[in-house]
């Protein structure tokens, strides 16, 4: 995705460890809390984020690699822009149904919270999502 | 802040007070501990409360999905204990608050236990 205004850009780099999401959750809560935003729409960027890193985090543990997870945040046509990119080689089968019913609140969570959110998978070359927050009144 | 749990073994139900943040770091330590403490309690019926939880994700959710069907099949209820608005809010829109039973309160907790 190009990136129309480089001044706004956070770019965060993290190991595929579960221990970073609560720094992930606090520098996204920090970044979004720079905008016009209510306290509750901070709130929902915070659960978005970290459940999209989640879901990175629970598709590149089990692929023995050493493997970051790519945060970019940065504000478009009102709208605060979050991708969260990693490169394992896309979603393994869950293991058991509770990781199942995990993955899918998760995603629930992620479009229910934001105004706009896109996955896409490429084979082998990883996973994106692009989730978007509308700013009111910028 | 780390997880921690107050847990106290009643003749009734086990009360369990969770501190902290549930992600997908710590559930499995929370359901582990969970486990330990209903294994050898007097009864069945498990309280859990998350009125000190800063943020929970769908890992935690689902660990609690975990705990509710274990209760069931020991005989139990479970009962979740929210006060938090922003906790709630995730209850409702994952549809779990018509899944678990929700008390405001301990003692609203227990009354629903003596029903």
Redesign the interface.
Known sequence: MKISDKNSLMEISIPNK??F??VV?LLVSGYASRWPLSIDEV?NIK?AV??AC?TA??TSAKSDQEEYIKIKCWQENKQIVFEIKDKTSGSPAAEGV??L???G??M??IR??MDYVDVKTKPGKGSKIIMKKNIKSA | MDLKLEIKKEKDYTHIIVHG?V???NANELKEKVHMSTDRAISPNLIIDLKDVD?I???G???L??IKRRTTEKGGVLILVLYSD?INK?FE??G?NKIFTIARGFDAATALLQK
């Open positions: 579960p221990e999401l609560r959750r709130e659960v970290s459940e989640n985090i629970q509770e990781e019913e995990e993955r609140l998760g629930l969570l229910t919270l | 943040e992600d997908l770091y943020y994700d769908s890992t959710l689902g660990i999905i975990g922003r995730l829109i994952t779990l």
